[in-house]
């Protein structure tokens, strides 16, 4: 049984050098695999809608961090979530002629709705993390700056999952400011 994790996280910058009047941005990419992933599968929603369990929440934070031993905040932290709802469907355009599938999911970004075709699809809109930062050079200074990110998750207790939490540390990447 392979436990829930959250993948390396990998952060991406747009530029290494900045200067202090400038607006830095840092990509910060990650996934959530293992048993909550394999878990949330065709099979498990139609199980689950069929015993009224029909949402499902991931709750996510990510912080980034700057300096050595005494890390200080840089930016803002975001703590959000992604919900799934399950639901059935008549909608043609949905159901798969080949299968007698009419259980579908639509994952909320941000309370944006998104409806994927695939279970592969619906496993990337809710799993697969492309968060964008940004935030004054100047809150930074001057210099060469280490940024390191924290991203953690948790969920509840469903049918096809137990409830948990989990968390992850990225490798540093260096900026300079100008």
């Known amino acids: 049984m392979v436990e829930s994790r959250i993948s390396d996280i990998k952060l991406v910058k747009s530029k290494d050098e900045y200067s202090s009047d400038e607006n ?23 199980k689950a809608y069929n015993i009224y369990d029909a949402s499902f929440k991931l709750k996510f934070g990510i912080k980034l961090t700057s300096g050595g031993f005494r890390k200080k905040e840089v930016g803002k932290t975001m703590d959000t979530y992604r919900k799934a709802s399950i639901f059935w469907t ?47 050079a100047s809150d930074l200074g001057k210099g060469n700056h280490k940024i390191g990110a924290e991203a953690f998750a948790s969920w509840q207790k469903h049918d096809y999952t137990e409830p948990g939490n989990i968390k992850n540390d990225s490798n540093e990447i260096e900026i300079t400011i100008n």
């Open 24 to 46: 830095v941005e840092i990509n910060v990419q990650f996934s959530v695999e293992g048993d909550l992933r394999d878990a949330f599968n065709e099979a498990n929603w139609t």
């Open 90 to 136: 008549r909608n043609p355009k949905l159901v798969n002629p080949m299968k007698d599938r009419r259980i579908w999911v639509q994952v909320a970004k941000n309370f944006e709705p998104f409806i994927r075709h695939t279970e592969e699809e619906v496993k990337q809109e809710l799993f697969d993390f492309n968060e964008k930062f940004v935030f004054r």
